[in-house]
């Protein structure tokens, strides 16, 4: 806890984490549009907490860990759905599972 205090004698809340990094790995690794408005939303969070408005901030931090965690299940859930698709065509061609997996993996 800080001992910083407002002119109204209201204490200073500590700056919410603003998520930045987290939405530069979701747009460079993830899924473009939500990786881009999550660093839109954390580049916010420094912005408005200097300015002293400490809620909008907070919600700015919230904002942007929603973008970062939906542009990540979302990309995970796509992953997933390719990944069972093409055992079930593997499957449905008569490809045993192990060459399955040689095939997915390269070997």
Known sequence: MNDYSTASGQPIPAPPKNYLAESILVTLFCCMPFGIVGIIKAARVGSL?????????????????????????????????????????????GVPFDEFIEEIVGA
């Not at 907070?58 to 929603?66: C, G, I, L, P, T």
């Not at 965690?69 to 995970?76: A, C, D, E, N, P």
């Open 49 to 93: 907490y200097s300015q002293g408005r400490y809620q909008e901030a907070q919600e700015a931090s919230r904002s942007a860990w929603k973008w970062c965690k939906w542009g990540f299940l979302i990309t995970l859930s796509i992953y997933l759905l390719v990944f069972a698709l093409m055992f079930v065509a593997f499957i449905a061609e």
